[in-house]
């Protein structure tokens, strides 16, 4: 089936240490997002990237990187320069074409 | 950047009620999508509606660009419905759709 796979669902982290999330898309959609969503918030986005090899910064992409070497894939690390990491992040994208954007199941992250 | 804001912030029903949840936007968009982000977290596309009105099955949407705003509407609400609903505008030639903080639904049996 196609859709948008994240991994892990859970994930537990030590303050200092970098975590990837993982993000694979197999819709052949071309722009692929992250969002990160605090308790009783809407989502907010951290980067995005239109094509390969190119992103761009969202609003809150401080203590955050991604990379884009492959169309399917976007992952994003949560860095140790972030000072609030604990959140549930969603990965998302779109076609070209189309304007709906398309959800995976997220990842929630915990820092102890 | 635009502003969104959505109303009620939280709403209890019994099942089989009707609702309308209300999305007001501060300025022109060209996009606007509402969400239900289920009790596991998962976000699931509703409507793709920047302006006009769209229905599918017991729920229905309706953008009134000019006035900014936008409102879906719940008909015979079931237990299912239960998560939080979100409307998404984007305006001018952004890619970023910009969430509002949505609106809790519980509807109890």
């Known amino acids: 089936d196609g859709g948008i796979t994240q991994s892990p669902k859970y994930l537990f982290r030590k303050e200092g240490q970098n975590v990837t999330l993982s993000c694979e898309q197999n819709?052949?959609?071309?722009?692929m997002y992250w969002y990160r969503q605090d308790p009783g918030q809407g989502l907010r986005l951290i980067y995005y990237s239109q094509i390969v090899n190119d992103f761009q910064k969202g609003d809150i992409a401080e203590g955050y990187s991604v990379s884009r070497e492959k169309k399917e894939s976007f992952p994003l690390t949560v860095t140790s320069a972030q000072k609030n990491p604990t959140a549930f992040y969603l990965c998302?994208?779109?076609?070209?074409?189309?304007?709906?954007?398309?959800f995976g199941e997220g990842s929630r992250l915990t820092v102890l | 950047g635009i502003q969104v804001e959505q109303s009620p912030p939280d709403l209890i029903l019994q099942e089989g009620a009707n609702s309308t949840l209300r999305c007001n936007f501060s300025d022109s968009v060209n996009n606007l999508q509402w969400f239900h982000q289920n009790p596991w977290g998962q976000l699931i596309n509703l409507f793709y509606?920047?302006?006009g009105t769209k229905q599918n099955g017991r729920l229905s949407a309706t953008t009134v660009a000019t006035e900014r705003y936008s409102l879906l509407y719940i008909s015979s609400s079931q237990t299912t419905d239960s998560g939080v609903y979100f409307c998404?505008?984007?305006?001018?030639?952004?890619?970023?759709?910009?969430f509002g903080k949505g609106t809790k639904l519980t509807v109890n049996p």
């Open positions: 998404a505008p984007t305006q001018g030639g952004s890619e970023k759709l910009v």
């Open positions: 509606i920047p302006s």
């Open positions: 819709l052949n959609h071309d722009a």
């Open positions: 998302a994208s779109k076609a070209e074409l189309l304007r709906e954007l398309f």
